[in-house]
């Protein structure tokens, strides 16, 4: 691919992401401007169903209240750079179970209640990672440990003994022959 096109084509896609992020407030309130007491809407295709809410505004309004912060959240982790990104993964896995639940909705279900159990099964694997990862980052960069140094001094330093250890049983040996003489 030429340069030109690597160009335009992540413009297109930064700002596919950008207007994304600009209309989301109004993605999130649009369930107001849908019909009321309607069981069934149709748009561009698709037919809405209510999915035992009651109304389909009341299904949008669920649906649209895991979505917009699920995809606003994916595309933060996608686009961070700082090494705790990975903590992202909390709030993503928990709209994520959430918007399970809804979709698979029945009038016997309570919402956003049992999600808490996947969720702290996902908590249990993302913390200690991210918590490693801060504290290497933390020796190398705020206490200045260069881990990699430390194994090569040891190494040195280990060398060094052996060599230490060696000398003396040299001299050790020097000394009994120039005895036997």
């Known amino acids: 691919m030429s340069k030109k096109s690597t160009i335009k084509k992540r413009f297109v896609i930064e700002g596919a992401i950008a207007l994304f992020i600009?209309?989301?407030?109004?993605?999130?309130?649009?369930?107001?401007?849908?019909?009321?007491?309607?069981t069934t809407w149709t748009f561009?295709?698709?037919?809405?169903?209510?999915?035992?809410?009651g109304d389909v505004s009341t299904a949008i309004y669920f649906y649209l209240s895991k979505v917009v912060p699920l995809f606003l959240l994916v595309i933060w982790f996608v686009t961070s750079k700082n090494w705790w990104y990975h903590a992202i993964l909390i709030p993503i896995a928990m709209y994520a179970?959430?918007?399970?639940?809804?979709?698979?909705?029945?009038?016997?279900?309570?919402?956003?209640?049992n999600e808490i159990l996947y969720v702290i099964a996902v908590t249990m694997v993302i913390i200690p990672v991210v918590y490693f990862i801060r504290?290497?980052?933390?020796?190398?960069?705020?206490?200045?440990?260069?881990?990699?140094?430390m194994d090569t001094e040891l190494q040195i330093l280990k060398e060094k003994e052996e060599l230490r250890k060696e000398r003396e049983k040299l001299e050790q040996r020097q000394k009994t022959v120039s005895k036997k003489m």
Request: glycine share 4%; proline share 3%.
């Open 44 to 53: 561009l295709g698709i037919t809405i169903t209510e999915n035992n809410f």
């Open 135 to 149: 504290i290497k980052l933390v020796d190398k960069h705020v206490h200045g440990i260069d881990l990699d140094a």
């Open 22 to 38: 600009a209309v989301s407030p109004l993605l999130f309130y649009s369930y107001k401007y849908l019909p009321q007491e309607v």
């Open 97 to 113: 179970f959430q918007l399970f639940t809804v979709l698979n909705y029945s009038n016997s279900e309570r919402i956003d209640e």
